[in-house]
């Protein structure tokens, strides 16, 4: 793989007078944004967060016309009332000094470049030019929308009224799907977001990787915590010692990548020992003989050099797991792109929830439900005579969700068609996308390149065009129609008006579309008609949503006891122990495992995750984010420092296999990780000038990860099998 | 008449910084500065290890250190609640108060003066929680009167093993952690 | 093993306590040596004295005044709401030693001022008749001794509240010697002796002086050793925080410059100036006042590094 040979900088902070003298010149400013105490009227306002996105429903505190504080909504179903540090630290967004203030061209080479500012309707101007010539000369198809958040809702449907099918998410490929399609493979359905996963009934909750309490999605930490008071049994396989694992019970340190083995030993005692959920599987399951006949060779003692973890502490936690059902809960995870066999891996999980018979029960997985509020009437999208690009021939079988990577794969080689065009809304490809290499180099053969982000990140340097967008703060959104225990719908609206000329999703994507003639589709002119005509058709209104910010749904049945009907979307009908639909294109039908490759002599495998305080790269700057934490460390196990004579708090950098450097990072050594593994929270490590406040603070694990192993079932991008040396005295 | 103390589950704290960040927004913590904070301790050796999460803060304390060292009487324990306080008018930043705290719960406000946490309060006058407790995720943090026998706090104490912090220093905390 | 990580990093708190820098220091040792001549002064103010004949008593108070207004100047320099400095003289704190510390400063004054007018003869006042008929009065026996009891009196309590001061702040256990304070009062002594001795023009205070600061210095030596002793059988705080001093970052200074050439060194060249084996010389009495920098520095700031270990 080739090495990115110079740093590209973003050089909006650089520009001379053209941006000084806007920044200066904009009424408000950063003298206007400046936060100080007052001690008057205070105003709440209803809204719901987008610092990640799970989308809890808050309440913005202004006190004196200033934006104070941020708490949650009393009445929320997902944050009952309490945000994550991140919602709390969510005013931060709005005070962010590096945030993008103004649309923003290029008018040299890709990537290097010096800035413009220019007007909305300047940008907006080129961008439809651009995209007419595209279509003309390649077809709608050949224009490619990268979203990430309900913030992208309106594009979308901009780019599908233009027609173009190749919208995609890295949520897919570089992280849920692995998991979404194992259990759609085994139940005929996925787990969604927020996850149907019933912890707070959990009498057993079994994490693999997962690290609830640093990865801080809400409620599922919240639930967590009601396990914990609850007392429920908890195991935790992790090659680190998490939060979570010291919340455990039972700790399994596994080797990294042997996971699936430890499932498949799991899976073998609780079958061996008759401790399954006989009559669940008798009425649900089909195959299950083959898959008895599969795992029965999978014993502890076989699992036990792979992972490890000792045969009977195998044993132990399989019968703790057994004595709990059905409601033990083995959690699917999130990001699973691990290792290249993570879909099989998930079907595993899936598997094993099935022996114990949690999916359909209390304290194992329950079935959502969602309110009803009519969409918007519009035309119908023109058809796509070539289809989607990412996934030509269906290469990836099982691929439920657009490949982010096939569509850069595309834009790479031309095949099955050229992709001219990017449209990026909210999400950092430069450290989503596993290889940025690879990514830059797509980049490269566009013909259009428009970034719409709130702050300067790594991708909009990237760009032809920025559009600068308001934080959530400061603008109506699309209605969050939420798919949950509890059905409610809510809504976003601006708490304070925009500081400079940033402006809101919906209004970039129907000026686009009434740019490109598509007026058709956009026949409301405002935001709040559109939102208040949808409210209207599901009994309420605008006026109402604005005062309360969410209304519940009647409560719908959870599980099959309540009376949901056990019916499974797979080819048998019922839940797939042994899958036809694997045997038949050629994969395992029950899975199997297959050691990880290891890594060169001398060299730890790169492992990464998240922190409670922090968002994937994008929060790095928010400054009461910053403060809580401001560069991540490097986790190195403590013999392994001893033999290197490391210490924590010594600055270290890291050389990948492919020779790739990192930027200098903090050691933590620490007993709490595994001698052949180091680990970082994900996100840091910022290469783009504009963030100036996070500069070249910690490292990017993202940079590092120039190899990955791809799913061949449904195309996710395993990003766990890159290995680094330590270059100390950084 | 009231003495208002803490209980703080380690069991459930996760130690997410939810409560830092509260803190801040809700009292305009100065950036490079914060009220409360959270430690973490690990012992033992892979795979037998433990970890304790304290979230942490001023204790309020019985015998404060702080109030006894400080010349004018801006550092006093208010009337009500018996909560530690610093009169911002009458405090000169000798400093003595922030070396006299074994905690080093206290720090100087780019203002001028000694800061630190209020026990928010300008909350718990209107009967509400402080931020920190309103808004921990994982409802670890208890709030409430240590001289009322029926207080959660007393119940809690009473029915759990705990601890304070650096309880041989002599100051008496009012804050308690359940093991 | 042990690991210990904090999210919190306050300025003047974290990693280490540092809260006091050089102004503390600085103002303890012109402190100390203030108050150690303000015991000499009111000491030999009361001898008796032929027409010509020079006391130090005449010439400390002066000089006194300038130092005494150095050091509250950086006293002041160090505080963080400067503008509140009032505050102090609205009130007096019984249980903070720092207040009764302000009042003790402000009786510093009038006592010095009488000492420095009394030694102005009835000559240089005559524009000022009511202050020369005081000053005369003040060289009255009875009213030298009052005026030589409260030098005395307020000398100690200048030299001694700044050890009980920092000695009452238990979170920093390096301190928590009672025997602080009587080294602070002893160090000044032998500071202000130094001085004196190097200043006086009588030969017999000189040769007093001399053997006075060398009774200090011993005196200083002995309470530097209680002071150890104390801390190193207390509990694990405790010794942890003496560790500093025995082994720790601030052992080399400690014994070198504050022990070596602070205290022992001077202390046996200047016996052997007392004994007349050597000359004269300054270099002693130069060495035992930096020591007594040096010890104010040292302390302080291995203080403030001390911290309470225990969990």
Not at chain 1, 221 to 237: P, T
Not at chain 3, 257 to 286: E, W
């Amino acid at each position: 793989m080739n090495r990115i040979s110079r740093r590209r900088f973003l050089k909006i902070a650089g520009l001379g007078a053209g941006a000084a003298a806007v920044a200066a010149g904009t009424s408000g400013g950063l003298r206007a944004m400046a936060r100080k105490p007052a001690g008057g009227e205070t105003r709440v306002v209803p809204t719901f967060c987008d610092i990640c996105f799970w989308k809890c429903n808050a309440h913005a505190h202004v006190r004196d016309g200033r934006l104070w504080k941020i708490t949650g909504h009393p009445d929320d179903p997902l944050s009952r009332g309490r945000l994550c540090p991140r919602g709390t630290g969510g005013i931060g967004a709005y005070f962010d000094p590096d945030r993008l203030r103004a649309p923003l061209m290029r008018h040299k080479a890709r990537g290097e470049e010096t800035w413009v500012e220019v007007t909305w309707d300047e940008a907006l101007g080129h961008i439809a030019e651009r995209m007419q010539k595209i279509k003309a000369e390649h077809g709608p198809e050949a224009m490619a929308l990268f979203s990430h958040g309900i913030g992208g809702t309106f594009l979308k449907h901009t780019l599908k009224a233009y027609g173009s099918p190749n919208i995609a998410a890295p949520s897919f490929a570089q992280c849920r799907g692995p998991r979404d399609v194992g259990f759609e493979l085994t139940y005929g359905e996925g787990i969604g977001s927020p996850e149907r996963t019933d912890i707070a009934n959990a009498r057993c909750l079994v994490l693999i990787g997962s690290h609830l309490g640093e990865n801080m999605h809400n409620t599922q930490v919240q639930e967590f915590a009601d396990a914990i008071a609850a007392g429920a049994a908890i195991i935790v396989a992790d090659p680190r010692f998490s939060v979570a694992a010291s919340k455990a019970q039972h700790y399994l340190p596994v080797k990294p990548g042997s996971d699936l083995a430890l499932l498949l030993a799991w899976m073998n005692v609780i079958v061996t020992e008759g401790l399954y959920d006989r009559e669940y599987v008798e009425q649900h399951g089909f195959g299950f003989e083959h898959f008895m006949a599969e795992v029965a060779t999978r014993t502890p003692e076989w699992a036990y050099p792979e992972t490890g973890i000792a045969p009977e502490l195998i044993r132990e936690t399989a019968r703790v797991m057994a004595c709990h059902r059905p409601a033990t809960l083995v959690h699917p995870g999130r990001r699973t792109t691990w290792y290249g066999d993570d879909a099989q891996r998930g079907r595993a999980i899936a598997l094993l929830n099935a022996l114990l018979g949690s999916w359909g029960r209390k304290g194992g997985f329950y079935y959502p439900s969602s309110m009803d509020v009519p969409n918007y009437p519009y035309p119908p999208y023109p058809e796509s005579a070539r289809g989607k690009v990412d996934n030509p021939d269906h290469r990836y079988p099982f691929a439920s969700e657009t490949i982010t990577t096939g569509i850069r794969e595309a834009t790479l080689t031309g095949q099955p068609y050229p992709v001219k065009g990017w449209l990026v809304y909210a999400t950092n490809l430069i450290h989503a996308i596993p290889n940025e290499a690879e990514t830059i180099r797509a980049i490269q053969q566009l013909d259009l390149m428009v970034v719409v982000d709130v702050i300067p990140s790594e991708i909009a340097g990237w760009a032809d065009v920025v559009l600068p967008e308001t934080t959530y703060l400061e603008r109506y959104e699309e209605l969050n129609v939420e798919l949950f225990r509890e059905p409610f719908v809510a809504l976003r609206q601006p708490v304070v008006p925009a500081p400079h000329d940033q402006k809101p999703n919906w209004w970039i994507a129907r000026e686009l579309a009434l740019k490109l003639g598509l007026g058709a589709y956009y026949p409301w002119t405002d935001i709040e008609e559109y939102l208040d005509h949808r409210l209207k058709g599901a009994g309420s209104s605008l006026a109402e949503m604005k005062q309360r910010g969410l209304i519940k749904g009647p409560p719908a049945p959870l599980y099959f006891a309540d009376g949901i009907t056990p019916e499974f979307a797979t080819p048998s009908g019922k839940i797939e122990f042994y899958s036809t639909q694997l045997e038949a294109a050629g994969f395992d039908p029950v899975p199997r495992y297959q050691r990880p490759e290891a890594g060169p002599p001398g060299s730890f495998r790169l492992l990464f995750g998240r922190a409670p305080v922090h968002s994937f790269s994008r929060t790095q700057s928010n400054p009461i984010l910053r403060d809580a934490m401001d560069e991540n460390e490097l986790w190195v196990n403590a013999n392994v420092g001893a033999r290197l004579g490391l210490a924590s708090g010594d600055y270290v950098r890291l050389r990948n296999q492919d020779g790739v450097l990192s930027n200098r990072i903090k050691a933590r050594v620490t007993e709490a990780i595994r001698p052949e593994c180091v680990y970082m929270v994900h996100g840091f490590g910022h290469t783009s000038r504009g963030l100036r406040s996070a500069y070249g603070l910690g490292a990017s694990d993202a940079q590092l990860i120039t190899r990955y192993a791809t799913d061949p079932l449904m195309g996710g991008t395993g990003a766990n099998v890159n290995f680094v040396t330590i270059e100390q005295g950084a | 008449m009231a003495r208002f103390g803490m209980v703080i589950d380690t069991r459930q704290c996760v130690g997410c910084m939810d409560c830092v960040v509260a803190c801040k927004t809700e009292n305009d913590v100065p950036d490079g500065f914060c009220r409360d904070w959270i430690n973490q301790r690990l012992e033992g050796t892979m795979p037998d290890l433990r970890l304790t999460i304290t979230s942490e803060r001023c204790n309020h304390c019985d015998r404060p250190p702080c109030v006894s060292c400080c010349p004018t009487g801006a550092s006093h324990v208010h009337e009500f609640g018996r909560i530690v306080l610093v009169d911002h008018e009458k405090c000169i930043g000798c400093k003595a108060c922030l070396a006299s705290c074994p905690y080093g719960a206290r720090f100087i406000h780019p203002d001028g003066y000694a800061d630190k946490c209020t026990f928010c309060i300008h909350r718990v006058e209107k009967g509400e929680l402080p931020a920190c407790v309103a808004v921990c995720p994982t409802y670890a943090m208890h709030f409430g009167d240590l001289d009322d026998p029926g207080s959660e706090l007393n119940r809690l104490v009473a029915s759990r093993r705990h601890f304070a912090l650096k309880p041989d220093a002599g100051t008496q905390p009012r804050i308690f952690y359940l093991e | 093993m042990l690991e210990l990580v904090t999210t919190r990093d306050n300025p003047m708190i974290d990693p280490a306590m540092h809260v006091w820098g050089w102004e503390i220091p600085v103002y303890l040792f012109l402190g100390g040596w203030v108050a150690g001549s303000m015991v000499l002064a009111g000491w030999f103010m009361r001898r008796g004295r032929e027409p010509g004949d020079r006391c130090v008593c005449d010439v400390l108070p002066w000089i006194s005044l300038v130092l005494i207004s150095l050091g509250m100047g950086a006293l002041f320099l160090d505080l963080e709401h400067k503008l509140y400095v009032w505050r102090m003289y609205l009130t007096l704190q019984p249980s903070s030693p720092m207040s009764w510390g302000g009042w003790i400063l402000v009786l510093v004054y009038p006592v010095l001022a009488l000492g420095a007018l009394r030694s102005l003869p009835g000559d240089w006042l005559t524009s000022w008749p009511a202050l020369a008929r005081l000053a005369a009065a003040l060289r009255e026996p009875a009213a030298t001794r009052t005026l030589s009891n409260a030098s005395i009196l307020t000398g100690i309590a200048l030299g001694i509240y700044t050890g009980v001061l920092l000695s009452s702040l238990g979170a920093r256990p390096l301190w928590a010697s009672a025997a602080l304070g009587p080294l602070f009062l002893v160090s000044g002594l032998s500071t202000g002796a130094a001085f004196a001795h190097v200043i006086a023009r009588n030969p017999v205070e000189q040769a007093a002086l001399l053997r006075a600061d060398n009774a200090f210095l011993a005196v200083e030596l002995a309470l530097i050793g209680l002071f150890l002793v104390g801390l190193t059988t207390a509990s694990a705080v405790h010794v942890n925080a003496a560790a500093l001093l025995l082994g720790g970052p601030y052992t080399a200074v400690f014994w070198v410059f504050v022990v070596g050439l602070g205290i022992v060194l001077p202390l046996a060249i200047q016996t052997l100036m007392a004994s007349h084996r050597i000359p004269h010389t300054l270099v002693a009495p130069a060495l035992v006042m930096l020591g007594g920098l040096a010890l104010r520095f040292v302390i302080v700031s291995a203080g403030q590094y001390s911290h309470w270990i225990s969990p």
